[in-house]
């Protein structure tokens, strides 16, 4: 199935959170204040919550001074697949122990306090099932949830939200085996849903309105009854993985392995 129409919208009136702030509660008031304002706004079966994951971190209190930024890079690497310096500094494109690979480790200095810079969510599909589980309870209704964070893409300008972690929505929508308009099999079309979910709510969210929920509502086929495996089966990974270093690294890598003999030894 697909959705023949969307409807997505981003209700406003969401305090500033802080570390050990109840965050289901207070996305519990703000549902409710919005469908108060708007009836059409009450959550229904088959809608989906889609959060920043920056308040995720706000409330986990994953917040560092700015000056120990570079460390909590560090810190929070488990692979650098890139550098590049420029006249600023240098960037690192690195696999977070999220196993995302994303600028500075997902390390963010956006929409925080002066002097502060916030870290990803400590388990982000783990947070995801447990505001799942409390928003259903509330509204008695079944939901699907996304946490979403920004990250660029290798080959495109600019940036683009994605799913980070997920609860009851199919992430990925596999169309292998089904036939396109032209009646031909389709053999490689695994469509990233969750992703796309993610971009379509920053598209009402916006980077600066304080609106960091989105509602989307049309994708009920995407929604299950379980919490599902989660955005964890999103980054690809191991033999999948046709770009596991930059070409700086691959070209560094290179000079070693042609330097050493199979057993590790240098040659001679």
Do not use: C
Request: proline share 5%; glycine share 10%; aromatic share 2%.
């Amino acid at each position: 199935m697909t959705a023949v129409e969307l409807r997505v919208w981003a209700p406003s009136g969401l305090p500033e959170v802080v570390p050990g702030d109840d965050l289901a509660g207070l996305l519990v008031a703000l549902l409710r204040d919005d469908a108060g304002a708007d009836p059409e706004h009450a959550l229904r079966d088959g809608d989906v919550l889609v959060l920043t994951s920056k308040v995720v971190s706000k409330a986990e209190g994953r917040v560092v001074a700015a000056d120990d930024r570079e460390q909590a890079i560090t810190d929070e690497t488990v692979r650098v697949v890139a550098t590049r310096e420029h006249s600023t500094g240098v960037t690192r494109i690195v696999e977070n122990r999220l196993g995302l690979v994303m600028a500075a480790a997902g390390v963010d200095a956006s929409n925080t306090p002066e002097g502060t810079v916030l870290l990803l969510p400590l388990d982000p599909d783990g947070t995801a099932r447990v505001l799942r589980a409390a928003l259903q309870d509330a509204f008695g209704v079944r939901l699907g949830l996304v946490l979403t964070d920004t990250a660029g893409r290798p080959w495109r300008q600019g940036v683009t939200d994605l799913a980070i972690g997920a609860a009851g929505v199919e992430v990925l929508d596999d169309l292998r085996g089904q036939v396109d308009s032209f009646g031909r099999p389709l053999v490689m079309t695994v469509a990233a849903v969750a992703d796309e979910i993610a971009s379509a709510a920053e598209l009402v969210k916006g980077k600066a309105a304080g609106r960091p929920l989105a509602v989307v509502r049309g994708l009920a086929h995407l929604v299950t009854a379980d919490d599902g495996p989660g955005a964890r089966v999103l980054p690809r990974t191991g033999d999948d993985d046709m770009f596991h270093q930059g070409s700086a690294e691959a070209y560094a890598q290179g000079w070693k392995d042609a330097l050493e003999r199979p057993d590790g030894a240098p040659r001679r």
